[in-house]
């Protein structure tokens, strides 16, 4: 069992910067970060791929977030830029064995962190 410990969330204004870090127990294949906003559906942000580093990014976040991953400490960061008030949503770590986008296949999740972006 890995235990998935989000942190970094807060309240920011449009145009800024948040950076969210998920502490992992163990290790595994691959790490995401997902969101849920309000009466939505819980949708992908970003994953990379623990043995190659290699990442992939929604359309709506590409070229404003980068993640990063440090093997050695079990942890994923999500660094969000140019923060847009349709960002606001509950953020999601999510671990497991394989390479995807999709939320079902993720065996472990956080307890997710509140990211809010005023306009």
């Known amino acids: 069992q890995v235990q998935l410990v989000e942190s970094g969330g807060g309240l920011v204004q449009a145009g800024g910067s948040l950076r969210l870090s998920c502490a992992a127990s163990g290790r595994t294949f691959s790490m995401a970060w997902f969101r849920q906003a309000p009466g939505k559906e819980r949708e992908f942000v970003s994953t990379?791929?623990?043995?190659?580093?290699?990442?992939s990014y929604s359309d709506s976040v590409k070229g404003r977030f980068t993640i990063s991953r440090d093997n050695a400490k079990n942890t994923v960061y999500l660094q969000m830029n140019s923060l847009k008030s349709e960002d606001t949503a509950v953020y999601y770590c999510a671990a497991g064995w394989k390479d995807t986008v999709v939320a079902g296949q993720y065996i472990y999740w956080g307890q997710g962190t509140q990211v809010t972006v005023s306009s």
């Open positions: 990379i791929r623990g043995s190659t580093g290699i990442t």
